[in-house]
């Protein structure tokens, strides 16, 4: 498998413009999670989805921030208009859960390389 | 809140030693507890995977511990080399958040 796939890599962009940044999670994968890092805040959920639904976007910063998952290999995080504090690395991640021995595991996360965001 | 800190924040040894990285968390009740590894402006890399059972997993030279009754996990390297340079962080899995709350990482270097 190719891991879980980011792009871009790199995007600069002017304050005001719209930012859409993309993720292809593992395949099989049922949980998916977009995560900002910064050197103030350190790694930061934002949001995770599991099956496609999103469970959980409390840490989404603002309205300006929007996140789909149209299926099971796809999701986007767009950021409009887009500032200059947005400036950041964007993570994507996906996990496997399963069920053994009666137990519900939660699995290992493999991120993705990152997109480094910076809005002039 | 899950709280997840790690100490300490920068640590530099000398090639060949065994060190300790340290993570204590606020509220005990999780899932599981992971180690990663990150380079300088490279994604994480998953090391280590406990899950709220178990005591202890080992790969390698590393090796990774947990205290659920006390909050803690601590991550054991042996015969450290200059490549195990690079930021470790654990995040913890917590019941109910269904949330990975990351530490702040501690910066290890190694010196040859």
């Known amino acids: 498998d190719a891991g879980v796939i980011q792009s871009p890599r790199h995007e600069v962009t002017e304050m005001g413009q719209e930012v859409t940044l993309r993720c292809k999670p593992i395949s099989g994968h049922d949980y998916l999670f977009w995560y900002r890092q910064t050197m103030m805040r350190g790694l930061e959920l934002l949001i995770y989805?599991?099956?496609?639904?999103?469970?959980?976007d409390s840490g989404m910063p603002e309205d300006r921030f929007s996140a789909k998952m149209p299926n099971a290999s796809f999701s986007t995080l767009k950021i409009q208009p887009s500032e200059p504090r947005d400036s950041a690395v964007y993570f994507c991640?996906?996990?496997?859960?399963?069920?053994?021995?009666?137990?519900?595991?939660?699995?290992?996360?493999?991120f993705g390389p990152g997109t480094r965001l910076t809005v002039l | 809140k899950q709280e997840v800190t790690q100490i300490p924040a920068a640590l530099s040894v000398p090639e060949g030693e065994n060190l300790v990285l340290n993570c204590s968390f606020t509220?005990?009740?999780?899932?599981?507890l992971q180690w990663f590894r990150q380079d300088p402006g490279k994604g994480l890399t998953s090391l280590l995977l406990i899950q709220s059972s178990q005591r202890e997993q080992t790969s390698g030279r590393l090796n990774a511990s947990l205290d659920k009754s006390s909050g803690r996990s601590t991550l054991y390297i042996a015969a450290s080399q200059p490549g195990d340079s690079a930021t470790y962080l654990c995040?913890?899995?917590?019941?109910?958040?269904?949330?990975?709350?990351f530490g702040t990482g501690t910066r290890l270097k190694v010196l040859a």
């Open positions: 991640a996906s996990s496997l859960s399963r069920l053994a021995g009666g137990l519900f595991y939660y699995g290992e996360q493999f």
């Open positions: 995040a913890v899995y917590t019941s109910g958040t269904y949330k990975y709350i």
């Open positions: 989805f599991n099956n496609n639904v999103p469970i959980d």
């Open positions: 509220d005990s009740a999780i899932y599981n």
